[in-house]
């Protein structure tokens, strides 16, 4: 009887929460749409829209429920359009970054006397490249215990393997090498490579336009 009673308690609040996720209120879904996009978890997205404490169980619960609900599922459907459109995370964008860490030229980083370029002065596809800076004080002579006024400056680059690779697995290049590494043609890799690199300029092109 005790245990029957208890189903009956059970199966009445999860009937009260469906029926709180079918009938939730347009800004309850926009402020739950809007947190759940934050970092994508439901238990805590539901906290915070809720803006009070709420036990683990039940925010976990009425999150995964909301999560379930049509209004919510289209608003944060066209939240993540907004985020995708806001950062560039096109597929286009992805390769062109590829193709600037896959294809720089160090000389960029230099000028014509062979020194280190200031970064201001340093074009923006070259510092894209760049995956740290370090700058620290020079001490050409030791021995005298003073500071030299002169400062290093040191940049780290990302590596142009892992960008080739990933370039190479996109364009499906690595199939043949994958099953005999001396049997790859690398006349047909560069083409395929240079096919890809005016295909990207092609669809940077047509993007301009269309944003006109």
Known sequence: ??????????????????????????????????????????????????????????????????????????????????????????????LEELRRLAFFDVADFFDNMGRL?????????????????????ANLDRTDGKRSSEWLHKIKLSPKVNALEMLAKHFKLLDRAGENENGMDWDKYLAAVNRARQKLVADKADKAKKGR
């Not at 402020?31 to 439901?42: M, S, V, W």
Request: no cysteine; net charge positive; aromatic share 2%.
């Open 1 to 94: 009887m005790a245990q029957q009673r208890k189903t009956v308690a059970r199966s009445k609040m999860h009937g009260g929460l469906q029926r709180d996720s079918r009938a939730v209120s347009q800004e309850m879904a926009h402020r739950f749409a809007a947190e759940y996009l934050i970092d994508l978890n439901a238990t805590q997205a539901y906290k915070r829209a809720k803006g009070e404490d709420v036990k683990d169980n039940t925010a976990a619960t009425m999150g995964s429920l909301l999560l379930r609900n049509a209004k919510v599922q289209a608003l944060v459907q066209a939240g993540a359009r907004r985020q995708q459109a806001t950062a560039e995370l096109s597929a286009v964008r992805v």
């Open 117 to 137: 370029k200031a970064l201001k002065d340093i074009a923006p596809a070259a510092r894209a490249v760049i995956a740290g800076i370090e700058v620290a004080r």
